[in-house]
């Protein structure tokens, strides 16, 4: 039993344990399983044939045999139906519906049937199954190491992203090994569970339906790698579709970017910002013109961005010619800021020593009386700058840190040439 936690950017393995009766498993899920969860069960949950195939073992002999990822005949010719479709009755006592048509996102309990098998060779984009369930002691115990290093290295690179730091090491002995093998599989099961409700249909299969049975496997995973060819020839649409896919990741305030200036003497600062405006021209952001960034544009125009999206494995770094945006755009995006935002633009000399904070809630408080019931202007040492791109370097991480690095150089001409750097 595997339990994951989703805090809105990340998963976290919460919970592994390895319990045999179902009655233990229902108190499992009850002390562990809050309002809203997904339960995926690596067994049937719904057996109506006899004999025979249902059609989602038909289906997953069809999509995901080649890989040695057929799926057993679920009927009632097995002993073991009862005990599985009990389970899954039970859960539904408990508030755990079938969750075959469940929508991306959705709130409340519901349950799937899983194939760990399929999903791996899907998640990882294997050949084949990773064969750990039969053959010698030595060779289930080489299996499980790769499967455990698959899952470390691949399941933090996957949207929604595991955050695995460790998992439970490989033992030698036979008994032990099954128990390790166990955990493995739930947390697979777990986190197919997981994508399911992160995507639905988007990036899974259903194979079936709750009436006559069914499997939930996660589609084929795309290749990590960032290939020239793939690569818009225009970095701005291309950095376009990568903030396109960081947003739909779900991945908080994705145009959070790092802004580095230099002063004239050479210092170097950062800090974090957040991007405001995308266009053919660059990237525009908000900030006082009197601020240290605002001193050191003044002083050296060049600047660096750097966005980081830790799910997606992905970075973006930026550098170009800075210049302040018009006026008029100022005004516009200043207009649509919050009325304390507006307000605290007024009541802050930025980066200028203060002697404590009780000077910015009392200019607060006086800007507030002076414009109540009034519209609040832009500050006139307050406004955008843009960036225009000299280059842009995708950052893609790969395994063994063997990572992509592909950099658009715009030529004085203002074409864009693609280079690839080593990692």
């Not at 970075?315 to 800075?322: H, I």
């Amino acid at each position: 039993m595997a339990a994951l936690d989703w805090d809105g950017a990340a998963l976290q393995l919460a919970k592994l344990d390895r319990l045999a009766e179902p009655k233990d498993v229902l108190h499992w899920v009850k002390a562990v399983a809050g309002g809203d969860a997904v339960i995926g069960i690596d067994a049937p949950l719904v057996i109506p044939n006899l004999t025979g195939m249902r059609v989602a073992d038909r289906l997953a002999h069809t999509l995901y045999g080649k890989y040695h990822a057929g799926a057993y005949p679920a009927s009632q010719a097995r002993r073991f139906w009862k005990r599985t479709t009990g389970f899954s009755a039970a859960l539904v006592r408990l508030g755990f519906g079938h969750g075959d048509e469940l929508a991306p996102k959705t709130p409340g309990r519901f349950q799937i049937e899983v194939h760990p098998h399929a999903a791996t060779v899907q998640l990882f984009k294997l050949d084949q199954i990773v064969k750990y369930k039969k053959g010698t002691l030595a060779a289930r115990s080489a299996e499980l190491k790769r499967l455990r290093g698959l899952m470390l290295n691949r399941l933090p690179q996957l949207v929604p992203r595991l955050a695995l730091t460790d998992l439970p090491e490989i033992p030698a002995r036979g008994k032990e090994l099954k128990a390790v093998e166990d955990q493995l599989d739930a947390i697979l099961a777990a986190y197919v569970a997981a994508h399911w409700w992160y995507w639905g249909r988007e990036r899974n299969d259903v194979l079936g339906d709750a009436k006559q049975g069914y499997i939930i496997v996660p589609h084929r995973a795309e290749a990590a790698a960032q290939n020239e060819p793939n690569l818009d020839p225009d970095p701005l649409v291309q950095f376009q579709k990568w903030f396109d896919q960081a947003q739909a990741a779900g991945i908080p305030e994705a145009n959070a970017m790092t802004l580095a200036t230099t002063s004239a003497d050479g210092q170097p600062s950062a800090r974090m910002l957040l991007l405001k405006d995308l266009s053919d021209d660059g990237f525009v952001f908000y900030t006082n013109f009197q601020s240290r960034k605002g001193r050191e544009l003044a002083a050296n125009p060049r600047a660096a961005l750097v966005f980081y999206w830790p799910s997606l494995h992905r970075q973006v770094r930026v550098t170009g010619q800075v210049s302040k945006a018009s006026r008029e755009e100022a005004d516009a995006y200043f207009a649509s800021r919050p009325r304390g935002a507006q307000l605290a633009a007024w009541a802050s000399w930025q980066s200028s020593v203060i002697p404590d904070r009780e000077l910015l809630e009392a200019r607060m408080e006086k800007l507030e009386a002076k414009y109540a019931g009034q519209p609040i202007p832009t500050p006139p040492t307050w406004g955008g700058y843009r960036l225009r791109p000299a280059t842009i370097e995708f950052w893609q991480g790969r395994e063994n840190r063997l990572h992509d690095r592909l950099r658009y150089d715009r030529s004085p001409g203002g074409v864009w040439k693609i280079e690839r750097l080593a990692p």
